[in-house]
C-alpha cells in the first residue's frame, strides 16, 4: 500500500517507547565623536532598538509541524499549517497529498504549545490513510508534536463526535476549548480529526459535502502535559 511522504509505521511493541518529541533589531544611529568635541544632542538621543517581537520570528502557527502518535505506529507525519477552517477547500487538497493539515485564523486553531485548541486533521481512507487506525487511540495516549525544535506531548482525555452538517457541532469542534463555545481557554489542547466514512456508510448515511467529506468525523482530544527540547 503506498503510504505518504513522511509516514512510517512502527510495531505497536514500540508504542510505550518514549519518543523525543530572532531577533531582527535594529542599531540605532548614534552620532560619531569628533576630534573637536562629542555627538550632536539630536543624534546622541535617538532612540534604541525597538522593544516589539522580533520581525524574523516564526509563529508558531504557520510553521510545518511533525506528528508522532506511538500507540498507532506514527511517526513523523507532515502537518501543513493554512488560514481556513477545518477540512475545507485548502486543507483538503492538503489532506489529499497524505499528510496533515492544521487550520488557523478566525475559525481555526492556535499552534502546538500554545493555549488554545491546536487543530489536526488528516485522511483515514483516501491517500494511504495516515489517520486510518485514529479512531484506537484510548484515554492516556501519548501525541508528540515536533515543530521549531520543541516536543510537545499531548495526552488524549476524550472522544467527541463532530456532524458537519450542524453548525452547533461544527463550532463545538473549533472552539479554544473543543466542545465549549465561548469558553475562554486556560490550558493547550490538542484535537484530532478524521472522517467517519465507514460507520456512516455502515449507517446508510452516504451523504457528503463539496469536498466528498462525510457527515460525521471522530475527534480525539488531548492536552498538553510537557514540553522539552527535541
Known amino acids: 500500500m503506498h503510504r505518504p511522504h513522511g509516514f512510517r509505521r512502527v510495531p505497536r511493541a514500540l508504542a510505550g517507547a518514549a519518543v523525543v518529541l530572532l531577533a531582527a533589531g535594529g542599531t540605532a544611529a548614534a552620532g560619531t565623536p569628533t576630534a573637536t568635541g562629542p555627538p550632536p544632542a539630536a543624534a546622541a538621543a535617538a532612540p534604541g532598538p525597538s522593544a516589539g517581537p522580533p520581525a524574523d520570528r516564526t509563529d508558531p502557527r504557520t510553521a510545518t509541524a511533525e506528528l508522532t502518535v506511538p500507540a498507532i505506529g506514527m511517526t513523523d507525519l507532515r502537518v501543513v499549517p493554512y488560514e481556513g477552517t477545518t477540512d475545507d477547500g485548502p486543507g483538503t487538497r492538503i489532506q489529499d497529498r497524505g499528510i496533515a493539515a492544521s487550520p488557523y485564523g478566525e475559525d481555526g486553531g492556535v499552534g502546538p504549545g500554545e493555549k488554545g485548541n491546536y487543530l489536526v486533521t488528516a485522511h483515514r481512507i483516501a491517500a494511504g490513510g495516515p489517520f486510518r487506525d485514529l479512531p484506537s487511540l484510548g484515554k492516556g495516549d501519548r501525541v508528540l508534536i515536533t515543530e521549531g525544535g520543541t516536543v510537545y506531548e499531548y495526552r488524549i482525555t476524550e472522544t467527541r463526535q463532530t456532524s458537519f452538517r450542524s453548525e452547533r457541532s461544527l463550532a463545538e469542534q473549533r472552539a479554544e476549548v473543543p466542545g465549549e463555545p465561548g469558553e475562554k481557554p486556560s490550558r493547550a ?16 448515511n452516504f451523504w457528503r459535502d463539496a469536498h466528498h467529506n462525510p457527515e460525521h468525523r471522530i475527534d480525539k482530544i488531548g492536552v498538553l502535559v510537557s514540553s522539552r527540547p527535541s
Open 189 to 204: 489542547m490538542i484535537t484530532l480529526s478524521t472522517c467517519a466514512t465507514p460507520e456512516d456508510d455502515a449507517a446508510g
